[in-house]
């Protein structure tokens, strides 16, 4: 039998206070499309990283063509044929295609760039390649599908052996993601191993030869696409554990005789979302879902504040309210806990007694004065109730782990003695056993007396976790599903085909 | 001790600084440690340590002031001329204040209403408001201030003290207050920090950095008021490169230029270190020119220590994060 083009040894990854890779080992074969399968946080882009150099593994080893190999950065894979292409695409929008192409391998007549060459070479690689935009035009002025085609194109000027894609049909239309797999098989045909991730089902059955399974950051399994059905591939990706701690341990405290916001025919100003209608009652956990780009997001923020809503009304236990700024929000007992922590969550320069006690400082005042011992005190408590480790408030929030900067974030709503917490994507990127902490959470504040919006990509923590459901598409409300009758197929469903 | 260097690293390592300093420049020459030369030294932090202590505020939410040296000399000769008609000395003051005041909310305002880089915005204005300084002098430097005036300003009140040391460590009392212990204070570092989390905490994001633009040149009037009564002639053409200084002295001190990290402890220890040097030198008899070379090299030798402690302290994880 032949080499195997890529086999993983007991490849290990930890972080502060996560194991995101735990001892994985298997085996690609050369020239095949093999696809990586797994729930957000299974480990799959992790490892992508450790392959393409961008941090290396705890412990393990990688062979590629039965040589051992590391690679100190992405660069020197990048030199050993081993190209990424990107879920952010990342290339210097003010540079030409061209310059993009070449960027860090530019060609050189005399000491100075050959741009004429440069120019040809695109435009041939473009043309294998059937895209129709020119080499001189802007990074910027491309789609997102252009760009990855560019990508595409920087992995065959260097010869590329294999080739990883990252979820690269998430932002594509139907017919960029045609062309994209028949570009995808015509590299196959040239011999180039392709590493092919995404969570998209029917892509992979379409598309893929063999899929080895990622569980919790540890090796499932192997199968050839052609043995199996979606069933058994959706059993090997969720496992019970993860179903069984998204779910309820204490009765619903959903009260429906209380209304506690109603949302009228609500409209961003942007466009993202128009006639939006829902209600949230004492105690509900209200689930939202849909695709990327559905405009959940966007109707969290435009409810506190965030961002400016056009049209629509609030009620918020049956007065009238408008929130035009996130203050309005905060002073309305709106609590806001956002899908990216670290950008919008905390601030990296703060003590997570500083970060805790920021939406609600004036309650920390004697006089005009704020007292470190008033935050301090709050720290301790707040972090106690969220089950901060370390619950340490001298202690900088950047450097604890996804799941307790997200108990921070939390904890600073929980100081505000907001009604309403709207949390968005909580557990996106945090280990399993602090996602059960969340859920816990999240039914201590609904014993509380408080309500929630949860929105996630993640349909079983929608399901385990939520009172009813809403799906949104395209910006609309197009279903409400009660717990109980509601599965995954119903929801994707929903979300797809309104 | 550990824990002591862990909260004020960068204050303590301003403190070894100044030690050092002087034990350097006494070996030297045991003047240096004589009462009227370190008056001297102290003297000379006041005007860079009031710009210092103002523009420390509004680095640390995350914004820069190039306008400061200009402003100093606007509000100097505006307080001058109303000096020299004979307006009450706290009046002056009150005048001072209040044009500092106004012309920091003006940058503020560039900067939060008109959506402009503080870096252009306040380089403009530190143009226009050179220009207003020239103006209104007619590019004549006002002369005669009176003697209330300045013995307000910098007399000596009590033995080897001057009233401006007192406006000097009455303002960096103040200041420090205001960051530490105030919302608004705190406002300031988690917006200098990460300014969308403000936001989305509830922060108001516009008036926290617009006030703070104003706050800071309440420094740099009191600087120009104080320099006016060591002086006694307010001149259109001076302050220029004050902006650095100021600057330097909260780099000294630990504030960080990219926002969220800075103390008054620390900008205060690094316009003393500032100001003791230049004096050391002259008294070691270093060519003036080494000056300048001197206070680059603190500068830079200032800042690598920061990076050093934040490897340091943080240690892979956060280089990671």
Redesign the interface.
């Known amino acids: 039998m032949e080499q195997p083009m890529i086999s993983f040894r007991g490849v290990s990854k930890s ?2 206070g996560q194991v995101a890779l735990d001892a994985v080992s298997f085996e690609v074969e050369k020239g095949e499309i093999h696809a990586l399968l797994g729930e957000n946080g299974a480990g799959k882009s992790t490892l992508l990283n450790v392959f393409h150099g961008v ?1 290396p593994p705890t412990s393990g080893e990688m062979f590629i063509e039965g040589v051992k190999t590391t690679f100190a950065d992405t660069h020197e894979a990048l030199m050993a044929g081993i190209v990424k292409v990107h879920q952010e695409i990342n290339m210097v929008p003010e540079m030409t295609v061209w310059e993009n192409l070449f960027l860090g391998l530019e060609k050189r007549r005399f000491g100075f760039i050959n741009k004429r060459a440069m120019i040809e070479e695109t435009r041939r690689h473009l043309s294998v390649l059937k895209c129709d935009f020119s080499p001189t035009a802007r990074a910027n002025t491309l789609s997102v599908g252009q760009k990855q085609m560019l990508q595409v194109a920087k992995a065959l000027l260097i010869n590329a052996r294999i080739i990883s894609f990252d979820e690269p049909t998430s932002s594509l239309s139907s017919k960029e993601t045609e062309t994209l797999f028949g570009i995808i098989r015509d590299l196959k045909a040239k011999g180039i191993t392709i590493f092919y991730i995404s969570h998209k089902l029917d892509e992979i059955f379409e598309l893929c030869d063999r899929a080895t399974v990622l569980r919790d950051g540890g090796y499932i399994n192997t199968f050839a696409v052609a043995d199996i059905d979606r069933q058994t591939l959706i059993k090997n990706m969720v496992g019970r554990d993860v179903a069984m701690f998204a779910a309820r341990h204490r009765p619903s405290r959903a009260d429906y005789s209380r209304p506690v916001l109603e949302i009228e025919g609500l409209a961003s100003e942007a466009g993202d979302f128009s006639d939006v209608d829902f209600t949230l009652h004492h105690g509900e956990i209200l689930g939202f879902f849909g695709l990327v780009g559905a405009g959940r997001t966007e109707v969290m923020r435009a409810i ?1 504040g ?1 961002d400016r809503a056009s049209r629509g009304t609030m009620r918020l236990k049956g007065r009238q309210i408008a929130n035009r ?3 309005h ?3 309305n007992g709106i609590a ?1 806990i ?1 899908e990216n922590r ?9 003590s997570n007694s ?1 970060n805790i ?3 609600s ?2 309650k920390f ?1 004697k006089g ?5 011992a008033g935050k301090r005190r709050n720290a301790l408590i707040r972090g106690e109730s969220v089950r901060l480790y370390p619950n340490d408030p ?1 202690f ?1 929030t ?2 604890l782990s996804g799941g307790n900067a997200q108990k921070v974030i939390v904890a ?1 709503w929980l100081s505000t003695e907001a009604d309403i917490m709207i949390l968005d994507e909580p557990t996106k990127g945090i280990d399993v056993a602090a996602k059960a902490e969340i859920y816990s959470l999240m039914e201590d504040m609904v014993e509380e007396g408080k309500s929630i919006i949860m929105v996630s990509s993640e349909m079983p923590e929608l399901i385990g976790m939520s009172d009813r459901i809403i799906v949104m598409r395209e910006g609309r409300v197009v279903a409400e599903v009660g717990r109980g009758n509601c599965d995954e197929h119903t929801l994707l469903t929903y979300a797809v085909e309104g | 001790m550990n824990k002591l260097f862990s ?1 004020h690293g960068r204050e303590l390592s301003a403190l070894i600084a100044i030690i050092l300093m002087f034990v350097i420049f006494t070996g030297i020459d045991s003047i240096y440690m004589s009462p009227d030369n370190i008056r001297d030294i102290i003297e000379q932090a006041t005007i860079y340590g009031l710009m210092g202590i103002g523009i420390t505020g509004i680095i640390i939410a995350g914004g820069i002031d190039l306008g400061v040296g200009s402003a100093l000399a606007f509000t100097a000769v505006v307080v001058a001329r109303q000096a020299v008609n004979g307006v009450h000395p706290v009046y002056c003051m009150l005048l001072g204040i209040v044009i500092g005041a106004a012309l920091g909310m003006v940058n503020g305002l560039l900067v939060t209403k008109f959506k402009l880089q503080p870096f252009i915005a306040t380089m403009g204005t530190m143009s226009i408001y050179r220009g207003m300084a020239y103006l209104y002098t007619e590019a004549i430097p006002v002369i005669g201030v009176p003697r209330e005036y300045r013995f307000f300003v910098d007399g000596e009140i009590l033995p080897y003290v001057r009233s401006s040391i007192l406006i000097f460590v009455i303002f960096a009392v103040i200041v420090h ?1 205001i960051l ?4 608004f ?3 300031v ?2 917006v ?3 300014e ?9 994001v516009g008036y926290v950095r617009t006030m703070v633009y104003s706050l800071g040149m309440v420094g740099t009037a009191l600087a120009a008021m104080v320099q006016l009564g060591k002086l006694g002639a307010g001149d259109p053409t001076t302050g220029q490169g004050y902006e650095l200084n100021a600057i330097a002295a909260a780099a000294i001190g630990g504030t ?1 230029m990219a ?3 800075g103390t008054i402890l620390g900008t205060v220890l690094g316009a003393i270190l500032f100001s003791g040097l230049k004096v050391g030198l002259i008294v070691a008899g270093v060519d003036i020119f080494w000056q300048y070379v001197a206070t680059g090299l603190v500068i830079i030798v200032s800042a690598y220590v920061e990076v050093l402690q934040n490897t340091l302290s ?1 240690g892979p ?2 280089k ?2």
Do not use: M, W
């Open positions: 972080f502060p941090f506190f965030a700024h996130p203050a929000g905060v002073e806001l956002p670290k950008e919008q969550g905390f601030a990296a320069n703060l500083d006690a920021l939406a400082l004036r005042r005009p004065f704020v007292t470190s001298a900088h950047r450097n600073k | 909260t207050i530490r212990y105030t919302c204070g705190n406002h570092y988690a200098g920090g990460n969308e989390a403000a936001r989305l905490s509830g922060v108001r960080s926002g969220g990290r943080s994880a956060a990671r994060a």
